[in-house]
Each structure stands twice: as C-alpha cells, then as structure tokens.
C-alpha cells in the first residue's frame, strides 16, 4: 500500500517533470550506534538440538539469532523494507527440535483495520533468508498481551506440523512446513471467543490480548518421531470459563482441562520431562499492571492440579505472574517470574517441583556494564524465562529494555548469590526521536524514546548513561548551535520530577537545568538553537512557542507564530530563524532572535499542500508524524538558504526567492545534511525516500543534481524516522529507526 497514490493526481506538476538520472547503487558500510537493548524483548526460544544457538523475538523491532551460549545477536529481519512495516514485529517463534536449521517466525505488528494481515516467514538456513506464507487474519506483536507465548509451535515428533495461536481468529495448523495454514474448527469459538467477563473491545480498533489464544504446547511423548503428536494444550486467555485445552488425537477434537483456575489468565506454560505441565497466570495479559495472579501444576496422569505460587499477590502489593521455566536436565528445579510487582518484580526459584520457592533478587548481584544505562531502570516485564537446555547454570529472562544472563543458576540452590549481566549485545530496539551530530566533539546526540537518548563519544562502545540532569523518559528533540557547538539543548520527559529541559555548554559533558521553563506540563514539542548559542525557542506540542536569550532564566511568547509552529535556526546568521505553516501555505521569518515572526505566502510551485489525514499510532497519510518529512531545513554555511522536504516531494529557495522543486523525488520520510565532498561547495543531502519509483536512502553530493542509493535491500531497517549526515566526516551518516536503533554507515572503500 502507497500512501502517497492519492496526492500524486493533484500535485503532478511541470516543475517535477523533468526527471534526473536513475541513482546509482554507492556500497555502505553499516554498523549500529551501541546503544544495546532498548526495547522490549518478549520472547526467548534454544535450539535444543544445537547447544548455544538460540532466538529473540521483540515486540516492533524484528528477531534475532544467537550462534553461541553468550555472544552477540544478529538481527534477522534488517531486509523488510516500508512496504511491509507491519512486519517488524514478531508475534511469536518457532524451531523444529530437530532440524537446526528450521526458523518460523509469526509477524504482525497491529491488528487495528489500517494494517495489512500477518505473516509466516519461514526459513531453512536459521533465518539467513525467509520465505513468506500470507495469513488471512492479523497478528498484534506490539500490542496487549504480546509477552504471552509461544502461540506458534512446531509439532516435536513431526516437523511439518505447526499450530499458530491467533488473537482474533482463533486456532490455525499447518501439514506442510508452514507453506499453507487452516483453521482449526474443531476448537469452539466459544472457548476462546470475547465475552462480558472480558469487557468490550479497546476502542481503538487493536487488542488487548483478552480472548485470545496465549499459547500452544506440544507433549512429545505422546508421538513417535515421524508421527504426529497426540497430545496438544492451547492456552486462552479467559477468566470465568476453562482456559486451558487438550486435543489427544492430533488436534481432531479438543476438551477443556477440568479443575483449573479460572479466576486468572494463563501467560506462558512449561511442559517438564517428567510429563507435567507448569502454567504462570495473570488477571491481565500484560505487559501492563495487574491486579493479581499465581503458579499452577498440572500432573496429567493423576488429572491433578497443584496451586504453588511463590508469593501471593495482596491489595497493597498486587501484581501477576508472567513466566515459568524448567530445567530440562531435572523436572524439579524451576523459575517463575513476576509481573507488574510494584516493589520491583522478582524471579523465583524451585528445586523441588514448586513445593517452596525462594527469591533470587534479594542476594543478587548484577552487572550493567555493557549497558550501562539500564541501571537506572528497575526490572520489568520479565515476561519470559529461560533455563539453558545444554547449561542449567545459564538461564536469562527478557525486561522491557533487554536482558539479563547467568552463568551460576544453580548456586541458588545452595543459597549463595547468582551474577547477571546484560543479555542484550546486538540487540537495537531503540526508536529515534531526533540526531544531532555537532560540528564539532561528540559524533552524536540522540533523542531516544523511553530511554532518554545519549551523547555517543565513541559509536561502538556504549555511552556511560543517559544525560543528566534531567533525567528524561522520552527526550523529544535534541539540537545545538552550529557556530557554538558546545551548546546542546533537549527536551523530554522528566522521570526525577526534574525540569522538561536540558542544556549542555560543554558539547554534552555535563548537563543543567533551566530556571524556568514556558511550559512545566508539556514534555514534545521542538527546540531550536541560534547559530551562536545564545537564543533558543521551544515550540510545546500544540503550544505556544517561547524564546529564552539567557539559558532559561526567562522566557517571552514569541510574537506572530501560530501554535504549535515548529522553527529551526539559520546556520549562519545568529539573529535569524524560519519557520513554516505548510497546510496554512506560509513562511516565517525572524531577524531579531526569535522575538517575533513575520509571514508571507509559502507559493510552491504546484499550488497549496493538502492537510494530511489523521491515522492510528502517530500515522497520517502523509507519514508517521515522528518523522523528518514535512519539515524545513536551513542549508549549512548558507544564510537564507532553505529546503523544504515535503512528503511529496524536494524544495529548495535560495536568496530569499521562491520554493523550486527537485525533479524525480516523489516521497520523504527523513532528510538531512552532512559534510561536504572533497572539492564541493554543496553540503552531503540525505534523505529516506522514493526516488524515480525507487525506495531507499539517498545521497547528494552536488545540490541535488544527482543521486546515489546507499542502502541495499539487505539494509532497509522497515520504518526510518530520522537521518543525518556528520558536518565532521565526509560520508558518514546516522539513520534512525523505528524499533531497530541507530545505525550510521561509511562509503565502503
């Protein structure tokens, strides 16, 4: 789906007509900006056949392959590009026990009515390259109820059986290696389907993990290698009603599981080699607060359930239980973790089947060092935990920024301390707000979703922690002074009660906190520094903008802007800033600091830009509104000079004339300016795009005359929101993603 086929009718225009050279392909180095983590890693799966080989799944920013116990991931998913951005999410994961080689991975970000359907993608070479089944229903990785798991699961005895769990249309199975799938009617809608106990839909048309089916099982001592399992358990996400279910002919009639909780949700399950089945529950599915929840065993010989939970919840400390784990060289020894636990959630341990269990945390020690950021973060969303089927000391459990591994599990056992360390090297989940690479010090400064944003000194080695102070959740916008690079300033959302702006005066160093702010509630918006320094204008999320000329002590209303306006400094000139009405076809300009702006009529050549069409999660038609397009840049070393990166398409005005519009660019995501070529008068332009019916990432090294793509189809990274070339580095250049980091690239030699 385009979403720009609309617009094109009205603005086909003589001014685009004439069309550039085809770009040429220029070869990128590409590595990731270290940040490691910062996302939510929901599900953990070894390949019990091949010891150290193992896959993450994340819940928007694709999958991952470990090829030893404890080295780095590979990102698998790095090839989908925009067209299939719904992709990137990965619902669940699968391996065939037997087959080393065998990766399916279930995808689908939403399940709102914008989005396409989910997908398949199987592959036979540990997920080197995939082939792809189109689902008729949709998947929800990046919605509630996304730690529950596996939903997809290969029949161990027969590995060209699978089940696929789905949120909305029930039970799914596949006879061919994931080529084709088919419902499962004999499952009754009824014991999955939303009913009153459930409460109606989200209003925002996605789901909440409610109804749904959480999980899907195999016994493999009920088949032969060859033969299909008899024995099958789906888990559903109900209360009030059997949540767990049983086929023993091979999926050919299904039975609920008599006696079992019903006043909580099942989340995730393990089958222990001892033939019994340990269910962790929740009364939501997460990942969310919970009110209550527990630990069940099912012994299916005797048909005997078993409460065994560690810890039970209470009024005034509620919370859920996410996972169980068991250790597959001794059906005794377990772990269990919480969900939601507001004195910071816990994992537990067992050595006898879950007759007692004893916290693991309490004499823990952990090791942050390579992410150092997240010891400022509590432990969260531990919705998966695994023990190593080839190492019981090893066992790791996911959090909303990652990871954590140990190598001594089993010192537990003897009452003595188990060391963690950050799991997560090579995982980049990050979504980046907005790059700032100075003209001089640091390389970067990033604007970071949930986890604040950084000042990278050295792109390889992660930063020491975030800025501070403040200490931001999402820092929104991040600039600095382009004749005064030492002067940084960011704004975002306070996690200390601190202020909603940050500044540094060192090139990031050290940071401070203004006097006062214009607006104390607002944490989005935009910032925009003068070219010394010295002036700034914060334009607060529908607000009105305000400029400070003595580093926050005070602020004044910004005379002739509407609300909401964003500006952007001139490169050159101190006193000078523009600014721009796009749907309101109007420029702005100040000569005074940003005191006051005056307006005149924006006038691009092919006549006035439609307003874009709202859409769900920060989409419009006219783009993720996260994003770089739609957006007006001032030329670096060039006063006056600006370039409009319109949705639909490049403008450019030089020496106070009219907008003229660049032939062949047809769609922007991102755009932005790096360091000049060798001999060039002309900055690097960059930009995230569709280029003479072409999507990539392009560069400019003559003013836009001519393009080159440099990315490859191997390198796409799905949604790109941001990208910036270094006024420091001839060709190099940061790209910053929606759920996969940052990554910067160098011409390959």
């Not at 002067?487 to 005066?505: T, W």
Request: glycine share 12%; aromatic share 10%.
């Amino acid at each position: 789906m385009n979403p720009i086929k609309p617009l094109l009718g009205a603005l086909l225009l003589a001014g685009a007509s004439t069309q550039a050279a085809p770009p040429a392909d220029l070869p990128y180095h590409w590595r990731p900006v270290a940040i490691v983590g910062g996302g939510f890693v929901d599900g953990l799966v070894f390949q019990p056949s091949m010891p150290g080989l193992m896959y993450a799944r994340t819940d928007m920013g694709g999958a991952y392959r470990r090829d030893s116990a404890t080295g780095p991931w590979i990102p698998l998913l790095d090839g989908l590009p925009l067209a299939d951005v719904n992709l990137v999410g990965v619902e669940s994961l699968a391996v065939d026990p037997h087959d080393p080689d065998a990766l399916y991975l279930a995808c689908g970000t939403y399940t709102n009515p914008a989005v396409p359907n989910g997908a398949v993608l199987r592959s036979h070479n540990r997920g080197r390259t995939f082939q792809r089944t189109e689902l008729p229903f949709k998947l929800g990785a990046n919605e509630g109820g996304r730690g529950n798991g596996e939903r997809l699961a290969v029949d161990p005895n027969d590995g060209s059986v699978l089940y696929l769990g789905s949120r909305h249309a029930g039970l799914w199975r596949s006879t061919d290696a994931a080529a084709s799938f088919h419902r499962v009617d004999a499952l009754p809608d009824s014991a999955w389907q939303r009913n009153a106990a459930d409460g109606p839909r989200p209003s925002w048309g996605g789901s909440d993990g409610k109804a749904s089916i959480a999980f899907v099982l195999f016994d493999p001592a009920s088949g032969a290698r060859g033969h299909p399992s008899r024995t099958v358990y789906v888990g559903l996400s109900v209360i009030g009603r059997p949540s767990l279910w049983v086929s023993r002919d091979a999926g050919a009639s299904w039975q609920p599981v008599p006696g079992g909780p019903a006043l909580h949700r099942p989340m995730r399950a393990a089958l222990a080699g001892d033939g019994r089945l340990y269910i962790a529950y929740a009364s939501e599915p997460g990942p969310h607060r919970m009110k209550d929840g527990s630990v069940w065993r099912y012994d299916p010989g005797r048909q005997a359930w078993a409460d065994i939970t560690p810890e039970r919840p209470s009024a005034t400390q509620p919370f859920g239980y996410a996972a169980v784990a068991v250790d597959a060289a001794n059906p005794q020894r377990l772990l269990a973790s919480t969900a939601g636990r507001g004195a910071g959630d816990e994992l537990f341990r067992s050595s006898d089947g879950g007759a007692t269990w004893h916290p693991l945390f309490t004499a823990a020690r952990f090791d942050a060092s390579a992410a150092p950021y997240v010891a400022d973060t509590h432990l969260h969303w531990l919705y998966d935990v695994k023990i190593n089927p080839a190492n019981p000391d090893h066992a790791l459990f996911t959090t909303g920024y990652g990871g954590w591994e140990t190598l001594d599990l089993t010192q537990a056992d003897g009452a003595k301390p188990t060391h963690w360390r950050v799991m997560s090297r090579g995982i980049e989940e990050t979504v980046a707000l907005a790059l700032h690479s100075p003209t001089r010090g640091a390389p970067l400064v990033t604007a970071i979703g949930d986890y604040s944003g950084f000042v990278h000194t050295d792109l390889d080695t992660p930063a020491p922690g975030n800025p501070k102070p403040p200490f931001f959740g999402n820092t929104h916008d991040v600039t600095g002074a382009e004749l005064a690079p030492e002067v940084i300033v960011r704004i975002g959302k306070p996690r200390d009660g601190g202020k909603n702006l940050g500044y540094s005066l060192d090139g990031g160093k050290t940071w401070r906190e203004p006097a006062t702010v214009p607006d104390a509630r607002s944490s989005d918006g935009f910032v925009a520094v003068s070219a010394d320094g010295q002036s700034w204008v914060w334009t607060p999320k529908d607000g009105t903008p305000h400029v400070s000329h003595d580093h926050g002590e005070t602020w004044t209303a910004v005379k002739g802007l509407p609300a909401g306006t964003r500006v952007i400094a001139d490169r050159v000139n101190p006193g000078r800033f523009h600014a721009m009405d796009l749907f309101g076809d109007r420029l702005f300009a100040s000569d005074d600091g940003g005191r006051s702006f005056g307006a005149r009529p924006l006038a691009l050549p092919d006549g006035r830009v439609t307003r874009a069409e709202a859409g769900g999660n920060n989409h419009s038609s006219r783009g993720d509104d996260r994003g770089g397009q739609d957006r007006l840049y001032s030329t670096p070393g060039r006063e006056g000079e600006l370039w409009l990166a319109a949705f639909h398409g490049l403008y450019r005005a030089s020496g106070g004339q009219a907008f003229q519009r660049l032939p062949s660019v047809t769609q922007i995501h991102a755009f932005g300016f790096g360091r000049a070529a060798p001999g060039s008068k002309d900055p690097a332009l960059y930009f995230v795009g569709t280029l003479a019916d072409r999507y990539g990432l392009f560069r400019s090294t003559d003013g836009a005359a001519s393009w080159q793509r440099i990315n490859d189809d191997a390198h796409q990274w799905g949604l790109i929101l941001q990208v910036s070339g270094d006024p420091k580095t001839y060709g190099r250049v940061y790209v910053g993603t929606h759920g996969r980091g940052v990554l910067y690239g160098d011409p390959r030699p």
